[in-house]
Structure formats: C-alpha cells, structure tokens
C-alpha cells in the first residue's frame, strides 16, 4: 500500500514578509495541477498569516515549526494551537532536532506539545532520529522506539490519523549527508512495525513517515521509491521554489 505523498518544506529562521510571500506564491505555482500528493509549508510564525494568504486556496497547507500544549497563558515566546489556526495553519511539526539538540526539549515536553496540536485538530509532524554516535554505537532502534513511545505516550488510536512522523537521523541534517535509500527504507520500515505494535495493523500502513535530512532534487526521486517512505520534510532545499519544486514533482 502506497500512502498520499507529503512533501513538507520547513523554512526554520528564514524569511521576512516580503520574502516569505514571494517564495510560497511560487511554491504555489509550481503545485497548481497537481492532485495526487499534498505539500506543506512551515514558515516562521511571523509570516503564518501571510503565508496561508499567499496559497489561498491553492491547497497547500500550513504548518507552525512548533507549538505549546496550551490554548493561552504566562508561556512568553510560545504559540498555541489556537494562534496556529487563527493565522491559518492547520498543522504543527514538533520534536525538531533542533529544538531537541539546540533548545533542549524533552521526550516529555515534545510528548506535551503533541498533545496540545492534537487537543485543537492540528496535524502533527513529529519528528524522530538518532544522532551521529548513537547511530556508531548501533543505538539507531533504541533511539526510535523511546522517541516513538514516548512522543505518542498517550495518544489515542483514533487521534493517530492526525499524526506524520518524520524521521530525521540528526547526522543528516544540514550536513550534506543523506541516509542511502536503503539506510532510509530500514528505518521506515521500523517506525512502522512498531506502531503496528503500538496500535494496529491498519493504522501503521495508513500512517505517513516522512523522510528528512539533506532532501534534494539529485535524491528525491530514489528516496520516493522505497515502499515506506511516503514523503519529505525539507530544509535547505525548501527555500528555493525550483529546488523545492523539483522535489514536489518526483518520480
């Protein structure tokens, strides 16, 4: 069974307004025609509203880079869900590898931030993968299964239809390397055992699991035709229309 794509550009800390705007209107153009995968944008929070104003309804959705698990409150520098889907995003990535490397997040506070996108009907991208010397170490599956278990601790089955995962191997991010098909299709292949596991049969195989870390045009088409994996969550290459329209249009 082949999954709906989703290729998912991830713009971090890039882009005023005017830049934001330019970028999603010609993502917008490049997707127009297209029917038989769904693409997503997520800007900074700045440029959410313009953002969703620019694609209109072209289809392409939009997402926040992260999001709390509370709907207002003392949480200075925080988004909720109901910020994301007032400015019109109807998604949230969480667990970044950045916001797990670089700002310290834990299993439990990701776990939280799921909820909390969840709680308002977001679409939750979380995002999974080992670093450089876990992977040395042969802790790849280790590493998969506590971010897995944890991410989804008390997710019910019904809600799982609302959830991607993305797996990112922390080596591969911005780096340049990229996970060899096979290294990718392993992992993949996984993740989905092991929400099988956790849940059922059916909703692993209806379950979306994104690639991430160093998608290109020059690797997309390749990594698009492993069995488990059903999209991309891209970085770098997401800031530029062609290169991020390439990846869009894979074979």
Not at 55 to 84: D, H, R, Y
């Amino acid at each position: 069974m082949k999954r709906r794509a989703l290729i998912a550009g991830n713009w971090k800390m890039h882009t005023t307004a005017v830049e934001a705007c330019e970028l999603a209107t010609a993502v917008a153009g490049i997707c127009a025609g297209i029917e038989d995968r769904d693409v997503l944008l997520a800007p900074p929070f700045t440029v959410l509203r313009e953002v969703a104003d620019c694609v209109g309804n072209t289809g392409i959705l939009v997402a926040a880079q992260n999001v709390c698990w509370e709907e207002k409150g003392a949480f200075t520098g925080e988004i909720s869900p109901v910020m994301v889907k007032a400015a019109g995003g109807s998604a949230a990535i969480v667990g970044h590898s950045e916001r797990r490397q670089i700002f310290f997040e834990t299993v439990e506070m990701i776990n939280k931030r799921l909820a909390g996108a969840l709680a308002f009907s977001l679409m939750a991208i979380l995002c999974i993968g080992e670093t450089l010397t876990e992977r040395e170490e042969g802790k790849t599956f280790a590493v998969l299964d506590r971010q897995i278990r944890k991410g989804l601790a008390g997710v019910d089955a019904a809600d799982m239809e609302k959830v991607v995962i993305a797996y990112e191997p922390v080596w591969a991010i911005g780096t340049g390397k990229t996970a060899s098909k096979e290294q990718a299709q392993e992992a993949h292949a996984f993740i989905r055992r092991l929400v099988g596991e956790m849940y059922e049969k059916d909703i692993a195989a209806q379950l979306r699991i994104l690639y991430g870390g160093s998608v290109k045009p020059s690797n997309v088409d390749e990594l698009m035709a492993q069995p488990d994996i059903d999209g991309a969550l891209v970085g770098g290459a997401a800031l530029d229309a062609q290169s991020f329209g390439r990846i869009i249009i894979f074979r």
